[in-house]
Structures are given as C-alpha cells and as structure tokens.
C-alpha cells in the first residue's frame, strides 16, 4: 500500500507540476531521499506510537514541522491521525461496555476550548514572532513530560500493588 500511494502522489505532483496548477508551499517534493525519510519516519513513528498508545501526533508533528510543513497542516494532519486511533478505542470501549458517557462528554468539552485557546495562542506567537519553532518546544516539552510521568506514575501504581501484598505482577508474554 506504501508504494501505491507513493507512486500515486508522485504522479498527482508531476501533473501539478507540469500544468503549474494546485501547487502549494506546503507540498512535499517526492525526492527519493524525501520518501525514504517519510517511510521511516511513518514506519518507526507508528511502531512507537502503537507501543506507548499515543494516536500519532505527538510524533509526527514535530517531524513535518522539522520538514517545512506549515503548523496548521502538520498540527490538522496530527489531529486526522488522533482521529482514527480515538475512534478505534472508543468503538473497543463501547463493545465491551466500558465507555463513560458522561466522563467523555466533560472532557471532550475541556478538550476543545484548550484546544481552541492553544491554537489562538500559537497562532499569536508565531504571527509575532514569525516562527515556528515554538510549537515543535512545546510538542517535544509535552511529549517528553509525557514520556518521565509515565514511568513514575507506572512505578507508583506497581509499588502500590506490592505494598498490598499482590504478589501477581509477574509479566509474562504468551505466544
């Protein structure tokens, strides 16, 4: 599948190209060194985001930022790969009867106007400042603030368990 849709966004590109209509300057130049970094990037970007259950963005949007994408396509390309993964837990949730309806509406609700405040505010910065590098800052300070409270909440609740005597912490992998 990767190389049909490599292959049919190189040839939509030649054709923009070469009618000199619909090109943007957020478009990517499929150079061979530019899809081979974009296959890596995808394949160990999802490896990673599949093992810690992230949706993706926190990942990926500091590398299209870091490739010249502007932030409103790499902050909604970001979002559009959250969606699926969301959608798919959520879905999981449900069949099984464990989704929150309540719970979710009050957090989607605080989702969406910090979402709205954030984008205002970056939006600010970098028309004052006329950068983008304070989203990729604050997107390498979230995710790796992320990535140390994981570890310390994880070991907080594992230590937790031991200290009630649960002695059934054994991690196991069965093939």
């Known amino acids: 599948m ?5 292959r049919r ?21 499929f ?20 093992a810690l259950g992230l949706g993706g963005g926190a990942i990926f949007n500091p590398v299209l930022l870091s490739m010249g ?17 969301t959608f798919g837990q959520s879905v999981t949730y449900i069949l099984i ?7 979710g509406l009050w957090i989607s609700a605080w989702c969406i106007l910090g979402t709205y405040i954030g984008m205002r505010m970056l939006d600010w910065l970098m028309k004052k400042y006329n950068r983008q590098s304070f989203i ?6 979230i995710l790796g603030i992320s990535a140390i409270l994981t570890v310390l ?7 937790a368990q031991v200290g009630k005597g649960n002695k059934n912490l054994i991690f196991k992998f069965d093939f």
């Not at 990767?2 to 490599?6: E, R």
């Not at 994408?69 to 993964?85: D, H, R």
């Open 9 to 29: 966004n190189n040839y939509e590109q030649n054709l923009k190209i070469k009618y000199a209509r619909g090109i943007c300057k957020s478009d990517l130049k």
């Open 97 to 103: 009867g464990q989704l929150n309806y309540s719970y």
């Open 31 to 50: 150079a061979p060194s530019i899809v081979r970094r974009l296959v890596i990037v995808g394949f160990l970007g999802g490896w990673v985001s599949g």
């Open 69 to 85: 994408i502007p932030a409103s396509v790499s902050g909604s390309t970001g979002m559009y790969l959250v969606m699926f993964t």
């Open 2 to 6: 990767t190389v049909v849709a490599i």
């Open 136 to 141: 990729i800052f604050l997107l390498s300070a």
């Open 153 to 159: 909440l994880g070991t907080n609740d594992i230590l």
